[in-house]
């Protein structure tokens, strides 16, 4: 086969000339499309972005930094503050900032007179954290402590100097359980909100109480500060400032001059006073203590003050009034009797009271060990007789009287402003089997209708039932000022029914009852109440048999719980009280819950009075909380640099003794001629497979 041949190429100039041209024109398309590209981006940066580029390069010159807004106050129905701001000069480090952090803290401790246990916390935080989130060093510095470090920042990298408010409560530890506190917010709170604010120096947010509750509304707008600084960070001069927008203030039903007259009132005891509105069901104190300083919080508490207040055997970081659950004893004989009033039981009707009565195989006792023969409902009430309770709730059945304790509020649920709380229990037949599988057995209803077995209630329900006892109204707790709410709902019994019980309330304190004590020294206005004593302990047969242990004679934690409730003026009831003494054991007359529920009382009635008599017998305890709370951090830091062998073992007994010798005084029994005002009252014991039982 024969190929073809192949024409030879001719390269000339002209050929040459056009190939060069052709790949020149395709390498110069290329060259302006990348020109293009190149005119375009620049374009879109300089123009489409300009204004970011602009902030990002005004942010290497320009630090932009957040004002923590000052929060709302909290104030009383009258506007009286009762968590405020202050100016405060305050320190803190940034952990991504600081260089040196041995060398740094040792520096602040010197300059601002740090405290070893400020130096330890300081150094535990700063290796907790990371990043930018502050590390706090001190708040509440004079202006001298914070130029001197302000004039240092060059050589203190990290460190961060601000004057902005802090968090005061003026009341201190009488308002720390109602108004809870303010701390730093943690990193879950932030990984939550994803805010820069949480992360401002200074800036807090709600922890507990109200101050959670509310945190929202009282935390307002951040202010900015914009600053030039140089390359190094350095601060050349301060540019402008936009003021932050404080948050909005919360007003509450509560009287706060009542509230610390509350919180004062009781004394060394460990205890809970609530006092009502009766017209509205405004809350108007709400005191529980023993109590901490929120304002301790608020500042970054001490690992010491933690663990005095934590060790405390009277348990002043639990809200009695709301986390604290107890036998209400025989306050609720006032209800137990309404119920037998609507089941059709005359209150002229009597039962003999011979000191006992046998319910199945178990001897149940009255306090009075020889009875108090004949007894119709008035005297069982005033005297208050275990034995005609015990026969008469055998006789309308425990659904009865527990249908009318849930109308009178207890157990009930309210709907409060607070994250934390304890509803207690009002048992029935329906309940037990439900709870435990077991039915309902008749020394079950001997054991409820004197408070005790099953039954629990808190101080605020307790004062709600005292408001419904004395107006007739399902009346509702309530805590901020001039909150629509729809009227009360009738409890639905007979007036005269009503106008009984309080009749037998009056004969409690009036009358010769077992309330004397709460006997208001105020003319022309009476006080109707109810006491109560609620057992913590079982009393064995053969301890009564050998002679009951009195309360003084027990350990703190093995005391009886002391309680009252009632209303004043009795016959034109305004305000409903209730009042709980944790192991009180009625072995104190003066710091007993009758006594201490009647001057608060006499408080909203005539204040100067009352002023002078409190101010008296904190003289015997020691002074006021805040002053025994400082005694108490002393004599404890004390004793722990003892056990570091930091002091000698005969200054802390020293300081120990002189410590608790108030303490100790106080928390004595009552000379003879005070303490022997009412008879001791002596309860029946619980069947083996209950509650520990009695009442009064």
């Known amino acids: ?109 010197q300059l601002l007179s740090l405290s070893p246990e400020d130096v330890e916390r300081i150094r535990t935080e700063l290796d907790k954290s990371a990043g930018f989130r502050p590390v706090q060093v001190a708040e509440k510095l004079t202006y001298d402590q914070f130029a001197a470090v302000s004039v240092r920042l060059p050589d203190l990298p990290g460190v961060s100097p601000s004057q902005g408010f802090s968090r005061y409560y003026p009341a201190g ?52 500060k914009r600053v030039e600084v140089t390359a190094r960070g350095k601060i050349v001069r301060e540019l402008t400032t936009r003021p932050d927008t404080p948050g909005n203030p919360i007003k509450l039903t509560i009287d706060a001059g009542l509230q610390e007259y509350a919180g004062r009132r009781l004394a060394t ?138 109308r009178v509020g207890m157990g009930q649920k309210f709907p409060l402003p607070f994250p934390s709380q304890s509803y207690g229990t009002v048992p029935d037949p329906a309940w037990k089997l439900k709870k435990y599988g077991q039915k309902w057995q008749v020394y079950d209803t001997v054991n409820a209708t004197i408070g005790q077995g099953y039954m629990l209630i808190n101080p605020l329900q307790m004062a709600v039932m005292a408001a419904r006892l004395a107006t007739g109204r399902q009346l509702m707790p309530n805590f901020l000022h001039g909150a629509s709410r729809s009227a009360p709902a009738p409890v639905g019994v007979n007036e005269e029914h009503l106008v009984t019980i ?115 017998l904190e003289k015997g305890w020691g002074g006021t909380p805040a002053e025994r709370m400082a005694r108490q951090m002393a004599a404890f830091r004390l004793a722990k640099a003892i056990e570091k062998g930091e002091a000698p073992p005969q200054a802390a007994a020293n300081a120990t003794e002189a410590a608790n010798a108030t303490a100790s005084n106080a928390s004595s029994p009552a000379p003879a001629q005070n303490a022997s005002a009412q008879p001791a009252e002596d309860d029946a014991p619980p069947p083996p497979d209950s509650n520990p039982g009695g009442a009064r």
Not at 199 to 217: A, M
Not at 508 to 533: W, Y
Not at 592 to 600: E, F, G, Q, R
């Open 1 to 109: 086969m024969k190929l073809p041949r192949l024409k030879k190429k001719t390269v000339n100039e002209a050929a040459l000339s056009f190939t060069f041209t052709r790949r020149a024109m395709v390498i110069g398309g290329i060259q302006a499309g990348f020109g293009a590209m190149l005119i375009g981006r620049m374009a879109w940066i300089s123009i489409a972005e300009n204004e970011k580029y602009n902030l990002l390069s005004e942010s290497n010159r320009v630090n932009l930094t957040l004002i923590p807004p000052r929060r709302g106050w909290i104030i009383d129905r009258n506007g009286r503050p009762l968590a405020n701001n202050r100016t405060d000069f305050r320190v803190d480090l940034i952990p991504e900032r600081v260089t040196d952090p041995e060398g740094t803290i040792r520096s602040l401790a």
């Open 173 to 224: 530890a009488t308002v720390g359980h109602l108004l809870g506190y303010v701390g730093a917010a943690s990193a879950k709170d932030y990984e939550e909100r994803k805010d820069p604010l949480l992360i401002t120096p200074g800036f807090k947010v709600g922890k507990d109480g109200l101050e959670k509750s509310f945190d929202r509304e009282l935390t307002g707008k951040p202010g900015a």
């Open 269 to 406: 005891q460990s205890g809970s006073v609530v006092i009502i509105d009766c017209h509205n069901g405004d809350v108007l104190a709400m005191a529980s203590m023993p109590s901490f300083d929120p304002n301790s919080f608020s500042d970054g508490i001490g690992r010491l003050e933690w663990e005095m207040l934590s060790k405390d055997d009277h348990v002043p970081l639990r809200n009695k009034t709301l986390q604290g659950l107890y036998p209400p004893g025989s306050t609720v004989k006032p209800m137990v009797a309404l119920a037998l009033l609507e089941a059709g039981v005359k209150p002229s009707e009597t039962i003999g009271c011979s000191g006992a009565i046998r319910v199945g195989n178990t001897l149940f006792h009255c306090h009075k060990r020889r009875g108090h023969g004949a007894v119709n409902m008035r005297t069982a009430i005033a005297q208050s007789c275990d034995i005609y309770f015990y026969q008469m709730a055998q006789r309308i059945g425990m659904d009865r009287i527990a249908s009318m304790a849930r």
């Open 502 to 616: 309080r009749d037998a309330m009056s004969a409690v304190v009036n009358g010769g009852g077992t309330g004397g004590a709460a006997r208001m020294s105020i003319p022309g206005v009476m006080m109707a109440g109810k006491t109560g004593t609620a057992q913590v302990r079982r009393i064995t047969m053969s301890e009564r048999a050998g002679g009951v242990r009195g309360n003084a004679s027990l350990p703190f934690k093995l005391r009886d719980h002391a309680l009252f409730q009632g209303f004043a003026p009795f016959d034109n009831p305004r305000y409903a009280i209730a009042c709980i003494i944790e192991h009180g054991g009625h072995v104190n007359r003066i710091e007993d819950a009758p006594m201490i529920a009647s001057d608060t009382m006499s408080f909203l009635f005539d204040q100067a009075k009352a002023m002078e008599k409190l101010e008296t």
